[in-house]
């Protein structure tokens, strides 16, 4: 993919939109394309892709808050934004994810680059689903971490199939 000389525009772009994106140079990989287009490329992805994307800073509030985050987690963007991440992970996990998180924010290094997490989540009615999601450590243009992003999806359905199957095939073979 060919490198675009004026993504900084993109990037302005974004942020008057409310997108609080960092891009470090390097991955600024936008084909030669118009402009514009690129920015109604990422508005549209972030905020009508199914799954959640999500972008929590420094602090772990809640930044952004697309679509798939208000369907999958029940929470409408106005009652998100501003919240800390507790709102949607189980109190017995709190600990630890907030550990990880603020090691991560200090060292600007996470030891999921490109694995899944795979985590229970929190909804708003209360109960937990499965979920897996991917992280993207966001940084402004000294590269200085501003916050992570989050590619989450509810993984429940899947899971309950494959503990199903797991039962089955375990039933059979202890006949
Ligand atoms: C929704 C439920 C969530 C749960 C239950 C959860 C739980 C956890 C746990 C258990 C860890 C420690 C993992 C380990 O030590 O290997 C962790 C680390 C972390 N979590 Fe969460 N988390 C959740 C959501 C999120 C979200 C939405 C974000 C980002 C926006 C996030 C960012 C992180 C980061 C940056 C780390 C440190 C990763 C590393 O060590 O490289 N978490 N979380």
Redo the contacts with the bound molecule.
Sequence with gaps: MALCGKSSIVKREMESLGFPLGLHPKERTFSPMNEINHVEIFKQLIEQAPDAV???DSQGVVRLWNQGAERIFGYPAEEALGQS?DL???ER?RE??W???R??MASG????GTDL?S????RNDGSQIS?E?S?VMVRDDEGKVLG???I?RDVTAGRQREKKLKERLAALEAK
Aim: net charge neutral.
């Design positions: 999500l972008f929590a991440l949607i992970i189980p996990l630890r994810h550990e990880g998180y090691k991560v290094e996470t030891h999921y997490l985590v229970p989540a929190l979920s999601f992280i992570v992003a989050a989450m």
